[in-house]
Structures are given as structure tokens and as C-alpha cells.
Nanobody, 115 residues
Framework: QVQLLESGGGSVEAGGSLTLSCTAS????????MGWYRQTPGKERELVAQ???????YYSDSAKDRFTISGDMTKNSVSLQMRGLNVEDTGIYSC?????????WGQGTQVTVTT
């Protein structure tokens, strides 16, 4: 079973920065993409950013120009650098990995942005 270990969450003042990291272990087989999702109370989980094999990326409208996703799929790892954080970015951020066989999730890391 693939396991995803996330780190880097925490509390930061508005305007600050955080970097989230995720590393997968276990039987990963030909990663197609890795990404970060955000869950906030009362809302559905939303895709924030995604990194595809070949290094193409996707960003949600709220993440564009503020967040940068990067990673090394040969090392089963992905990071999300977040700048200019605002209170709307608060939530639980979960790492997702999709390979040829399955979609795997981390347990999530809390990001709290305070004013």
C-alpha cells in the first residue's frame, strides 16, 4: 500500500509563506501526477495545484501567481511553496498521488492563516 507523508503545515500570519512537502513510499508504479488538495469546513475538497509527469502543472485560480508546485517523481516527492497567504487559504492540505494503478492520499496537514 502506498503511503504519503506530508509535512510543513502550521500557522502563519496573513502575507506570510509556507512550504508543504510530501513523499510517497511503498509500491508506487509509474506516477501520472501528484497534487495538493484543500479541505475547509462546509466545502468540498478542492484541487489547489497538480504536477504531471513531464513537469506540466495545474493551479486553481486562487493559487495562480502565489503558489508554486514542484517535485521529483523519480523520488516520489512533491512540494507546494505558498506565498502571500490569506485567511481564505486556511484548511487541511492533503497530498494526492495517482499512478497507473491507484489514487493515494496523505492524512493531511493543517494550514492556518491568521490576521
Amino acid at each position: 500500500q502506498v503511503q504519503l507523508l506530508e509535512s510543513g503545515g502550521g500557522s502563519v500570519e496573513a502575507g506570510g509563506s509556507l512550504t508543504l512537502s510530501c513523499t510517497a513510499s511503498g509500491p508506487v508504479f509509474s506516477i501520472n501526477n501528484m497534487g495538493w488538495y484543500r479541505q475547509t469546513p462546509g466545502k468540498e475538497r478542492e484541487l489547489v495545484a497538480q504536477l504531471f509527469r513531464g513537469d506540466s502543472t495545474y493551479y486553481s485560480d486562487s493559487a495562480k501567481d502565489r503558489f508554486t508546485i514542484s517535485g521529483d517523481m523519480t523520488k516520489n516527492s512533491v512540494s507546494l511553496q505558498m506565498r502571500g497567504l490569506n485567511v481564505e487559504d486556511t484548511g487541511i492540505y492533503s497530498c494526492n498521488l495517482q499512478d497507473l494503478r491507484d489514487s493515494s492520499w496523505g492524512q493531511g496537514t493543517q494550514v492556518t492563516v491568521t490576521t
